[in-house]
């Protein structure tokens, strides 16, 4: 009697299993018939009524039933899970083409990027980064380099003059000044910044850019170390092994002044229009610090000497990027700086 | 300044070097050639012609004639020239030179052209074609040849006094060369002088040489002596003129001829002007001269102002029989100072203010008088040399030794022999002994240039030649090198405004007027430029801001919304003393469209990230900020910037938000590294509070309100969000609670609970 109740019933559930068509059918079926109340929970309550003999059997039966039961709902229950999981996955089809929302990388402006470059060259090489002031004293700019009042090496250096008596610094050169008393003997700096020079704006002039001022001092600087410093600076700025020549030049700050030329590295040196088929471009100043200016730094010039130069930042830049129009360094054009996102 | 080839070779014995390299070796060893160009190579192949005959083509100015060219045979040339006519000889310019064709005029065969002193590059004149007074049909034109033209940067030979003339530069080139160069002599004939100089201030005039020449004859000076100074970038005027300009750019020496009937007083004085002094000029000016200025002077007044210019009434003219002829020596500051008053820079001062050597001025005079005979048929001279000199103190002889010579230079193998070659090559005096080395300066070097042992080693290197240097590592010792924390922080700063999506741009450190007007900024706290160029450049920028409204409108035009930022110097004045220059960060936000709330948020979330723990707090708006959108940025209870939007009236379209921040506030106030703080043990429990708050309440007075009253086991207090709805605005916030050493009861949080209600008064 209770035996034919049980395989009815679960034939019957295996069927109703099989039908459902919604995970909460599904849920439905257990609960009604292997829930803790359910049907087969019923009938196990049923059995106590039974012979032990009896009750051997249904005990067996309605074990099966419970474990045939069982493993078709979790079938059912998995395909439905697999479904509904598949179902999502495919509502989450997503355009990643699409932009992303939000800000992109900004640009550093590219004499940012070069001085930081150049920077850090020369500290892996011992030289500390020294900061001056835009407004400076017409001492630091001139004199104590050298240049006394009415020397005509100032006609060299348009001036901006300032209504406080002081000057914009027409090179970073004060910064040598600067360096000396502040860091004595022996010393290796860098100055970058900016300077000013009074003359009219074009595509190749502009009144207000950046240098970079170098200047080593110790016992026994020559003129063969300045080359060999030069040649390896260089060769690691412009990321390949260049050659350099000096030749004479007059700069009152050093002595002897050389102007450094570098071998063209468009035509290596075969003469092309960049370096006016001569082969060379004339890319710094430089020079032994004259030992007047080592003097105004209260440096002893028979016991130290030195080397200075000063790079020209705003060149490099045009040249790295072939940049034809100075105005666009200042010119504040996102369209022209946000190239520069590297 | 322009070096003719043939000039130089002329003072050289024996120079073999080509034209085409000269310029390539003075750059390496002497100064920097800026251009080597052929001149007059048409004189190979110009000739003296005779016109045989000149007809008028009719209704034209012009004629055609039939030209006797010797070498080219007799040529149909068209001529339009006034003076041209029958039996005259002139020069005759076959075709393939100066640019002439064969061509037809107004229908006439011309073969060649008929030339002017302008068009043969001998001179300025070209009323018309040039006229021979004698000459044979086919001959070369008399004195006129090819040369080539080496110009040389001026600037690199502001320390050259010696370089300014043609006999300076041979004697580099001799040296360069290893060639003698000829002496010039400096012998005149002894006499009285014939004229009585008065040197009142010998500083500013040391030396003051003069000679007095009668029968002279003004005329055009002979075509060699017209064409040399025409190569060389000098006019011709007349023959005596030209002397004096010759002689100054052979010999660096300014020269002044004065037509000597015309002076007044026996007596020429040296001094300074008086104040409001009136001196006419040669140029034409009259010039109005004070106590900076220094005059030569006769009896009537100043006749010249000294190294700057003659003076025009005592000028050399066409009735000029008796000529003072003057080379002097002028203080060279000074009359730099004069020429950049008078804003008048000649070639003259421009000599003179790189401190001329007051030895030249009697060799000038000796050359002179040679070449006033050439040129002057029947010139004589009257008397002697009148010649008022206070030396200069001499530069003492300079000593060193090779030893320090050689670790200058870093060139170990240099002989004495080779240092002793360079010097005596540049005239320099050398007396050595076991390579110690006693040099004396010659008086062209010695005025300024060459003072110092150092200023030799340039002597020595550049004619070695640096490339001769075996390059060479210094040896220095390794240190970590000190750096600067601004520099450092500067660096980070930047790479973390980009990381964000901000670009950074430069600009100026200018502002003008009406940019710090426009943003009331006051115009007496800048510093201001006094000798600006370009408009524009007026005043010293003291904020950011200007140039930034500017990137804001250029920008504005092409994009719908960007991010940048400046980090640059705002300079404010203090008095006389050196400006403050502070370091400020300008960045903005733009959006075309939106109601700017994003701008402006985003712009404080930035600034969270540069100062931690900044807060802002509502500011009076100045008049270009939004009235109700501007803040001030404050970190550790001080002001480091503010934050704000434009006002709509200062940007052309869309939204434009501002943080703009004193770094060096920043960076003082950054938090310093600290102590770990171990972490929570136990866990903390959280309750949301909602507050009703007035339309236009402040979230961060809410805030401060709650922190004020939550206790002390309270952890955090948090902004949620904001609610507006029928009943009004109002605000929730999530309190965080726990303790260190224990996890808190139910009760203590409800106990915390009630005394945050009842103190906010829920
Ligand atoms: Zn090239």
């Not at chain 2, 404080?604 to 939004?626: M, N, S, Y």
């Amino acid at each position: 009697m209770i035996e034919t109740q049980l395989s009815e019933l679960a034939a019957a559930t295996e069927a109703r299993i099989a039908a459902v068509t919604t995970a909460e059918e599904l849920e439905a079926i257990r609960v009604e018939v292997l829930g803790r109340k359910g049907r087969l929970a019923e009938v196990s309550k049923d059995m106590g009524k039974l012979s032990p003999e009896q009750r051997g059997v249904v005990g067996k039966l309605l074990n099966a039933a419970k474990q045939t039961l069982e493993t078709a709902l979790t079938a059912r229950k998995t395909a439905f899970d697999e479904a509904a999981l598949s179902a999502r996955l495919e509502r989450e089809w997503l355009d990643l083409t699409a932009p992303a929302a939000g800000a992109g990388l900004g640009s550093l402006h590219p004499l940012t990027q070069i001085q930081a470059e150049i920077e850090d060259l020369f500290v892996s090489l011992g030289f500390t980064v020294l900061d001056g002031p835009e407004v400076e004293t017409e001492f630091n700019n001139f004199d104590a380099l050298n240049i006394p009042p009415d020397h005509p090496a100032r006609d060299m250096q348009d001036t901006f003059w300032l209504s406080n008596g002081h000057l914009l610094r027409t090179h970073t050169s004060p910064v040598q000044v600067r360096g000396m008393k502040k860091l004595g003997p022996p010393l290796r700096m860098i100055a970058p910044g900016r300077v000013f020079r009074n003359e009219e704006v074009d595509a190749s002039h502009e009144h207000t850019f950046y240098q970079l001022e170098g200047m080593m001092v110790d016992k026994d600087v020559s003129v063969a170390h300045l080359i060999y410093f030069m040649k390896t600076l260089l060769s690691a700025i412009f990321k390949r092994d260049v050659t350099v020549r000096l030749r004479p030049g007059y700069f009152p700050f050093v002595e002897p002044g050389f102007e450094l030329d570098i071998q063209c590295l468009i035509c290596q040196g075969a003469g092309c229009p960049v370096c006016k088929q001569s082969g060379w471009v004339e890319l710094l100043p430089c020079g032994l610090v004259h030992p007047n200016v080592l003097r105004l730094g209260g440096i002893d010039p028979e016991e130290y000497s030195g080397f200075a130069f000063g790079l020209g930042l705003t060149r490099l830049v045009m040249m790295r990027y072939a940049i034809d129009d100075i105005r666009q360094l200042q010119g504040g054009d996102l369209r022209f700086l946000t190239q520069f996102a590297f | 300044m322009k070096f003719s080839y043939n000039w130089l070779a002329e003072h050289i014995d024996g120079l073999t070097v080509p034209p085409a390299e000269i310029g390539k070796l003075i750059t390496m060893k002497t100064a920097e050639c800026e251009g080597v160009e052929a001149h007059g190579a048409h004189f190979e192949h110009v000739v003296v012609a005779r016109v045989l005959t000149s007809e008028p083509i009719a209704g034209t100015h012009l004629a055609v004639t039939s030209v006797d060219t010797g070498r080219y045979g007799v040529k149909q040339v068209v001529c339009g020239a006034p003076n041209c006519r029958a039996g005259i000889l002139t020069a005759y310019v076959p075709p393939g030179q100066l640019g002439v064709t064969t061509a037809k005029l107004r229908g006439v065969d011309s073969d060649g052209m008929l030339a002017s002193a302008k068009e043969l590059g001998i001179s300025a004149e070209d009323e018309g074609i040039i006229e021979f007074a004698a000459g044979e049909p086919g001959a070369a034109i008399p004195g006129c040849t090819g040369d080539t033209i080496v110009e040389i940067d001026n600037k690199s030979l502001t320390h050259r006094p010696d370089l300014w003339g043609h006999h300076g530069m041979a004697r580099e080139v001799a040296a360069i060369a290893g060639r003698p160069l000829k002496p010039i002599a400096v012998e005149l004939p002894a006499g009285e002088p014939a004229v009585e100089i008065e040197i009142r201030d010998a500083k500013l005039c040391p030396r003051f040489s003069a000679l007095r020449f009668e029968n002279v004859t003004v005329q055009p000076s002979p075509l060699w002596l017209q064409q040399r100074l025409e190569s060389v970038g000098l006019n011709p005027i007349n023959n005596i003129v030209d002397v004096t300009n010759y002689l100054m750019a052979e010999l660096a020496q300014p020269m002044h001829a004065y037509d000597a009937a015309k002076l007044q007083g026996g007596r020429i004085i040296v001094r300074v002007a008086e104040e409001g002094e009136l001196c006419p000029a040669l140029n034409g000016q009259t010039y109005t001269l004070d106590p900076g200025n220094l005059v030569i002077a006769d009896a009537g007044g100043p006749v010249g102002i000294a190294g700057v210019i003659g003076g025009g009434p005592s000028a050399i003219g066409e009735g000029t029989t008796t000529i003072l002829l003057e080379a002097a020596n002028f203080h060279a500051a000074s009359i730099r100072r004069a020429s950049t008053k008078l804003k008048l820079r000649t070639d003259a001062s421009m000599r003179f203010e790189k401190s001329q050597d007051p030895e030249n001025t009697v060799r000038a005079l000796a050359r002179a008088k040679w070449l006033l005979e050439q040129v002057s048929p029947g010139i004589r001279l009257v008397g002697g040399l009148a010649d008022v000199y206070y030396p200069l103190p001499a530069v003492a002889p300079i000593s060193f030794d090779l030893v320090w010579m050689r670790r200058k230079l870093g060139k170990p193998d240099l002989t004495a022999a080779e240092v002793t070659a360079i010097l005596t090559s540049l005239a320099f005096g050398v007396a050595e002994a076991e390579g110690r080395f006693t040099v004396t300066v010659p008086s062209w070097r010695a005025t300024k240039d060459v003072s110092l042992k150092d200023d030799l080693v340039e002597e020595v290197g550049r004619m070695i030649g640096y490339g001769n240097l075996t390059p060479a590592p210094p040896l220095v010792p390794s240190v970590v090198p000190p750096l600067p924390p601004e520099r450092t922080y500067l660096r980070g700063l930047r790479q973390l405004l980009t990381a964000q999506g901000y670009t950074e741009v430069y600009n100026y450190s200018f502002v003008n007027e009406a940019q710090a007007a426009e943003l009331g900024l006051p115009i007496e706290d800048h510093v201001r430029v006094v000798n600006p160029i370009a408009q524009g450049q007026e005043l010293l920028r003291t904020s950011l801001l200007p140039n930034i409204k500017r990137n804001i409108n250029d920008n504005a035009r092409e994009f719908e919304s960007f991010r940048c930022f400046e980090i640059g110097r705002e300079i404010h004045a203090r008095g006389r003393e050196l400006p403050e220059e502070i370091p400020h960060l300008a960045a903005v936000s733009f959006e075309r469209h939106g109601d700017g709330a994003a701008n402006l948020f985003e712009l404080k979330r930035l600034a969270g990230t540069i100062a931690p723990g900044c807060t802002v707090e509502p500011a009076e708006a100045r008049g270009f900020e939004h009235p109700n959108r501007a803040a001030i940025v404050i970190l550790r209870n001080e002001a480091i910037g503010r934050l704000f939007e434009f006002h709509p009236s200062m940007v052309e379209t869309g939204l434009a938000a501002v943080l703009d921040l004193d770094l060096t506030k920043v960076q003082a106030l950054r938090t310093a590294a600290g102590k770990y703080q171990p972490l929570r043990r136990f866990p903390t429990s959280a309750f949301d509070v909602t507050v009703p708050v007035a339309e236009r309440e402040l979230a961060g007075n809410v805030l401060a309100r709650l922190r004020e009253g939550v206790g002390p086991l309270a952890l955090d207090v948090r902004y949620l969000y904001d609610y507006k709805g029928d009943s009004g605005r109002s605000m929730s916030f999530r309190i965080t609670l726990g303790a260190a050493d224990r996890t808190l009861t139910g009760e203590e949080v409800t106990a915390v609970r009630s005394q945050v209600m009842s103190w906010m008064g829920l």
